[in-house]
């Protein structure tokens, strides 16, 4: 039995590629926007967890930021180099490094998030509160499906 052919309009136009569409233009003017402040969107979103969940391990920020354990050390060796983590032992378990902004850190993040939040302004002028409710629901449905498989 043949399966359907996919027509270019179809892939075009489904959901997940709309979704990836918008992921990387969203992204390039993230990155644009924080380029003057001297990150990177990986600092900035380390920062971002950093401030909201101060003492976050290396193990917590590869499952938070989803990148690599290898990726999550080269990253906060640098932003520890550039004075804005402090690392120190866990309490319980001496092997584990707890990750804690620094004033200069703290600074960073506040720039950081004033940037994004004008990156993100943009979505949020572009529909009315309950279009962006609406979205907000779908997108959390669909998030579910993939979460849970």
Not at 25 to 37: D, G, H, K, V, Y
Not at 38 to 66: D, I, K, R, V
């Amino acid at each position: 039995m043949d399966s359907p052919s996919i027509q270019p309009d179809d892939t075009m136009n489904s959901p997940a590629h709309i979704v990836k569409v918008l992921y990387i233009m969203i992204r390039r003017e993230i990155e644009t926007a924080l380029r003057p402040l001297g990150l990177t969107p990986q600092q900035g979103q380390a920062l971002h967890a950093l401030s909201y969940s101060p003492g976050l391990t290396n193990t917590e920020l590869e499952h938070q930021l989803m990148i690599e354990k290898s990726s999550v050390t080269s990253l906060m060796n640098g932003m520890e180099k550039k004075g804005w983590v402090t690392r120190r032992s866990h309490p319980e378990d001496a092997r584990m490094r707890q990750n804690e902004l620094t004033e200069a850190g703290q600074q960073m993040h506040q720039a950081a998030h004033a940037a994004v939040e004008e990156v993100k302004q943009r979505s949020r002028n572009a529909l009315t509160s309950e279009e962006l409710e609406q979205l907000h629901g779908l997108l959390s449905k669909l998030n579910a499906v993939y979460r849970s498989s």
